[in-house]
């Protein structure tokens, strides 16, 4: 399909118009954009939001690769968030898929590929400073650079200064996971992911005009961005060229079923997308498609997210041949990866709020398991249940919100781990409730409310993954002599973790332990039946 590049955005049009000069001395020349940021002397940092790194996913680029931004005149403003990707939530219902609904939304603009970016102190090309892209979660449907108050400024300061931070947006739900075979012929698969690699391709061309050193990169994500950290770790078989990163961070890392693109499921799911958005009648249903009004689309997008089982998430990356060549599991069981240092974290109770007390109630393991994984067949899901009967937990909602927790964030985080081997360290963060996402009010405090509000646990805690940031160790901590963490040794020494939580007497508990034996047990179950889940 011939592509062209669409006219200047709105966004970017008022940017000019509300350009004032400023005394700060803060620009950046791009090549194709120069954009003014704001210094905080104060924090001693400086800001650029709204900095564009793609052209307009819009017209004749709705459902294709990104391209580069456009070239503009002039000095832009960069004080202020971009506006959001179209925006999703997960499913609701209580079997999946269930009967099809439409929920009213207002239209939201595909103009959204933006990243913001924070230096500490005032910008010099020279300093070469250690990078860290963070990649916001929101199970690839939701989510934004301001998602949970995400403040780049905080990981500068969680860096004790010296680093720059770029948070970036990629598209979302329908706009950017619509799999299926005419969309790998027509368009391209898992745009999301593409958007993210083409932002890291930035960062290789750009971060030195802000004063960080491109060789030294780390990725990082929290769920579905860490999920996307592990589709980088992965990409290209594991071999992306030339490097993009040399460190990568997950923070409850997301791994739902990864079908490949042409799977039943998958092909469903674009059929699905015709009908709703009334293009199955017309001769060429894709040309439709891409022509459908943006608030349409998102209409469509909305509805089918809803329309499925309670906590999961419909549009998700597949295996789409090129850029995911094989299933995660299998790319990282061949041990090449991209990166040579991992960090990851998880929480005690991934899967709590994403089960539903009221719809689990009325339902048997088996049944659980079977609409979590639609794939497996009565062998898979009588192994499954055998696996969480008799473990001592109490009710069908805690056993379902292990299964949820276990199969599709803590037991993928163990498997990459050991992809590190050697070269990885895990922690575990179980300050109650130890809920999926309680641990992002520490990497992003300001205007947070932390569970446990000490300032050695923080940080402790958040240091560790500026440490890597910084030196590639967790034990390099910024924040030194705040931190009390002790020596954190690597994951292979004995399947060893860093334990993050706090006393009854509100002291915090920092030390390392062993891996629950009964856990990685589980876990090797659920990679013996990866081929079914498919993870």
Not at 102 to 111: N, S
Not at 371 to 390: D, M, N, S, V
Not at 456 to 471: D, E, I, N, T, Y
Request: hydrophobic share 40%; glycine share 10%.
């Amino acid at each position: 399909m011939r592509v062209t590049k669409p006219p200047i955005s709105a966004f970017l049009l008022a940017s000019i118009l509300n350009y004032v000069a400023a005394d700060s001395p803060q620009t950046v020349d791009l090549g194709y954009a120069t954009y003014q940021g704001t210094f905080n002397s104060t924090s001693n940092i400086t800001s650029f939001l709204g900095v564009r790194y793609a052209s307009p996913p819009s017209g004749t680029l709705r459902f294709q690769a990104p391209v580069a931004a456009p070239t503009v005149t002039g000095t832009l403003l960069a004080n202020a968030q971009p506006p959001e990707c179209p925006q999703a939530g997960m499913g609701d219902e209580p079997t999946s898929p269930s009967s099809s609904r439409l929920v009213k939304r207002a239209t939201d603009i595909e103009d959204c590929l933006f990243l913001n970016v924070f230096v500490s102190g005032e910008v010099s090309p020279g300093l070469k400073l250690p990078v860290v892209v963070w990649i916001h979660g929101g199970g690839y449907v939701s989510g934004s650079t301001t998602q949970a108050g995400s403040d780049g400024g905080d990981l500068v300061q969680d860096a004790g200064g010296g680093v720059v931070a770029v948070l970036i947006q990629y598209r979302l739900g329908i706009f950017g996971f619509l799999p299926g075979s005419e969309m790998k012929e027509h368009g391209v698969l898992n745009a999301g992911l593409l958007d993210q690699e083409f932002a890291l391709k930035w960062v290789q061309e750009h971060v030195s005009t802000f004063g960080g050193d491109p060789t030294k990169v780390t990725i990082w994500g929290q769920s579905a961005g860490a999920g996307s950290v592990i589709q980088h770790v992965i990409a290209h078989g594991g071999n992306t060229q030339p490097p993009l990163f040399r460190a990568a961070m997950t923070s409850s890392s997301f791994l739902p079923s990864q079908y490949k693109f042409n799977d039943p499921i998958p092909e469903q799911l674009y059929s699905d997308a015709i009908e709703q958005t009334g293009c199955s009648n017309t001769t060429d249903a894709f040309a439709c498609l891409m022509s459908v009004d943006a608030g349409i689309l998102e209409t469509v997008n909305v509805a089918i997210c809803l329309n499925n089982f309670f906590g999961t998430f419909t549009f998700v990356p597949v295996v789409d041949g090129s850029f995911i060549v094989e299933s995660p599991t299998e790319t990282i069981a061949r041990g090449r990866l991209n990166g040579d240092v991992l960090l990851s974290v998880t929480n005690t109770f991934e899967g709590r709020i994403f089960v539903s007390s009221e719809i689990v109630s009325n339902m048997t393991v088996s049944d659980y398991i079977s609409q979590l994984f639609p794939t497996f067949g009565k062998t898979q899901i009588e192994a499954a249940a055998r696996e969480y009967t008799g473990i001592g937990l109490d009710t069908i909602f805690d056993q379902a919100v292990a299964i949820m927790g276990e199969s599709i964030f803590i037991c993928p985080t163990y498997t990459l781990l050991n992809g590190f081997r050697g070269h990885s360290f895990k922690g575990e963060f179980a300050v109650p409730p130890g809920n999926h996402g309680t641990d992002v009010s520490y990497y992003f405090p300001t205007g947070a409310v932390q569970p446990f509000p000490n300032a050695h646990f923080a940080a402790s805690f958040a240091g560790s993954f500026l440490g890597v940031v910084k030196s590639l160790s967790p034990n390099n901590n910024p924040l030194f002599p705040e931190s009390i963490t002790p020596a954190w040794p690597t994951f292979a020494a004995r399947d060893t973790e860093m334990l993050f939580n706090v006393t009854d007497a509100r002291e915090p508990d920092i030390r390392t332990f062993m891996t629950d034996k009964a856990l990685i047990e589980r876990c090797d179950f659920w990679k013996s039946v990866s081929a079914f889940t498919p993870q």
